[in-house]
T-cell receptor, first 109, second 113 residues
Framework: DAKTTQPNSMESNEEEPVHLPCNHS???????IHWYRQLPSQGPEYVIH???SNVNNRMASLAIAEDRKSSTLILHRATLRDAAVYYC??????????FGTGTSLTVIP | DADVTQTPRNRITKTGKRIMLECSQT?????MYWYRQDPGLGLRLIYY???????NKGEISDGYSVSRQAQAKFSLSLESAIPNQTALYFC????????????FGPGTRLTVL
């Protein structure tokens, strides 16, 4: 599975956009890029996933670089409830996820 | 009611004791997983099961065993608990097929003294 590099922590002001980067330079052609987040004292929850094209859903957008070696999770308007650890998980084995340490997002009121 | 439930939610035990953590799901998913999370770290996969007759080791299976009693139930056992198994344990489920989202339970906090 591809190794990932994410910032340990990031801060954002409430109601401003947040761009969470992830480098996955060893990603294979069949790896999907999944993003999960873990709110305090809860299990992880699915955010979004994609393969090559940018993806949007009600929670976030996923921008994937043309060479697929990096991706960015975009929260369009951060709320206090978005404070969480965000995990970027490239995988080609369907459901064997390898979580790294993720990015801890702090949202400032 | 929650789709994925774990029991107990908290457990304190002593070194050498046998412990079983249970997971139940009402989502009708075939696939179930057990993860472990240590403070400040991400989740690591212990075991996973793609159906009742299919059990697979994950990244860190040593010291653990599992049982898939039914489609909806997946138990994790520590045969002889040791202090470095103190952690937060999560169960998850997903439907059949690749790239489907995993749904996680609320977690079990286990402390081994």
């Amino acid at each position: 599975d591809a190794k990932t590099t994410q910032p340990n922590s990031m801060e954002s002001n409430e109601e401003e956009p947040v761009h969470l980067p992830c480098n996955h330079s060893t990603i294979s052609g069949t790896d999907y890029i999944h993003w999960y987040r873990q709110l305090p004292s809860q299990g992880p929850e699915y955010v979004i996933h994609g393969l090559t094209s940018n993806v949007n859903n009600r929670m976030a957008s996923l921008a994937i670089a043309e060479d697929r070696k990096s991706s960015t999770l975009i929260l369009h308007r951060a709320t206090l409830r978005d404070a969480a650890v965000y995990y970027c998980i490239p995988t080609n084995t369907g459901n064997q996820f390898y979580f790294g340490t993720g990015t801890s997002l702090t949202v400032i009121p | 009611d929650a789709d994925v439930t774990q029991t107990p939610r908290n457990r304190i035990t002593k070194t050498g004791k046998r412990i079983m953590l249970e997971c139940s799901q009402t989502k009708g998913h075939d696939r179930m997983y057990w993860y472990r999370q240590d403070p400040g770290l991400g989740l690591r996969l212990i075991y996973y099961s793609f159906d009742v007759k299919d059990i697979n080791k994950g990244e860190i299976s040593d010291g653990y065993s599992v049982s898939r009693q039914a489609q909806a139930k997946f138990s994790l056992s520590l045969e002889s608990a040791i202090p470095n198994q103190t952690a937060l344990y999560f169960c998850a489920t997903s439907s059949t097929g690749p790239y489907n989202e995993q749904f996680f339970g609320p977690g079990t906090r286990l402390t081994v003294l």
